[in-house]
């Protein structure tokens, strides 16, 4: 008898989707911004929510996908310990090594530039590094992904070497993976260096490119003032069958128009969107270590002609068939326990953009990591406004980077509301245009 | 690239999302280490 009866339970729309528009009168596009899934759901459908007559089979279905919840404040209160969860379940160590601030290039808006100099880690610093990530983290994670970082890494190559040979050993001891990959700027990763870094664990790159070869040499020469834009090129030709190529570029208010031509440049090259990893544009950032000649750069996602001009160059990068990040809830690596960055003196750091900022070390490798808790403003996205805000898994209290950059300090969240109001419905329709499972079905 | 007059179920699944997956989010949203010189 007691298997005949049926629990009733009241459902509840998520706090966290946004209902955009159709072509279809009859229908809603929600989407989850929990979940990122995407429904097109009919109005007749959503009213029985309202009513609380919706059918067991529309009630799972909806459940599954993260549109409805049983308690709307047990929800918030999840999200609120988004980052406590992933925590708990991150087995991956993170960790950017800054291995010098020197580098063979002269960009003009180097956002390390009056941090730049002949400052390299050495092989007393490399040692206690490993001995750190050793103490530390090898005992409790699966995985260990470096992400070798500078200046200009490839200028250290022989430490990056030196490293990763010890830690591949190590890693090999207790089980446990190790990948890294570089954030280089392309002009010394030739396809035999990228060969030889590969028997280390090399797996992928992100290399810089400001656009078509006039804009990008005028932004990105080397040194000496020549041009770097040809031999990117080449050297991406040589290395992206080999390892993940991420291509990435800075554009400015200015010449983001510019930037389809690189990618029709790159096709015609013969580097295909199937050859490439990701290509991703993103805004010229403001630094105070910003050469003085340097003015520009932005300090807000915010700033309004961001909005236009990032759908526009995620279009012209999609439309193209190259591969973008889609959107998803990101977990911003200050607020993570296992993601740090290790700069060339041993200095530990967040996030790689506090480099020089006084106050924001959160250790060091010689003595161990410090409660950045209270210097970082960890957890002040975790109020009553950021809560019940719709946007919160996608941005999580913003770039604290941005927030410094505008105040100078870390009290409060680099709210991202004005941006996702203006841009999270084009961005949503475009990853479902352009994804392949669905072709036809949103409006 | 639209669907109008034929849907004909009242729910259609667009994308099915990634459940509750995330990604660490290393390179800044706004570009910063991605955006800085040299690299």
Redesign the interface.
Known sequence: MRGLIKTIYIVYLSRYIKQFGH??P??T?LY?TK????????K??LKTIEDNTISQV?RK??TE??FLVRDRDSEKKELLS?YDE?NRR?R?F?A?LILNLD?N?????????NL?GRLYMTQETADHLVAFIERHYLGIVDEVDI?F????PLLSSGLIKYISKRLNILTAEKGVKYTFGL???GTLLTGKMTEELIKYGLESA?I?IDGPMENHNRF?PFKTGAGTFDLIMQNIKETCGLIGIHI?G?YTIDNYREFPKLLDCLIAEGITPEKVASV??????K?PFNRSEFRGG?SS?NEPWLSEAGLFLREEILKRGFNTPKM??????VE?KN?IAINHDGGILK???FMGWEGLEAGNIRTGIKDYKESHGLDLWRNRECADCEYLPMCLG??R??KLLRDSRLDGVDCKRQYLDATLETLVKQ???Y?Q??????? | MEKTADIKEEIVVLDSGIGEDFYINMACCTGAPMAKGGN
């Open positions: 072509t279809d009859d229908y596009l989850s979940k990122t899934s995407a429904i097109l759901i009919s007749a459908v529309n279905k909806l996908l993260g988004f992933a991150n991956t993170n950017f580098c290039l002269d960009c003009v808006y180097c956002y390390e530039g730049k992400g970082y500078g200046g200009e954030v280089t700027n992100r810089t990105r990435g800075a991703k544009f993103d805004p010229v950032t630094s932005c996602i998803s809830p990101a977990a911003c690596m993570i993601a996030c790689p953009a913003g770039c980077y941005m990853d479902l245009k994804s499972k669905i072709d036809d079905d949103i409006g």
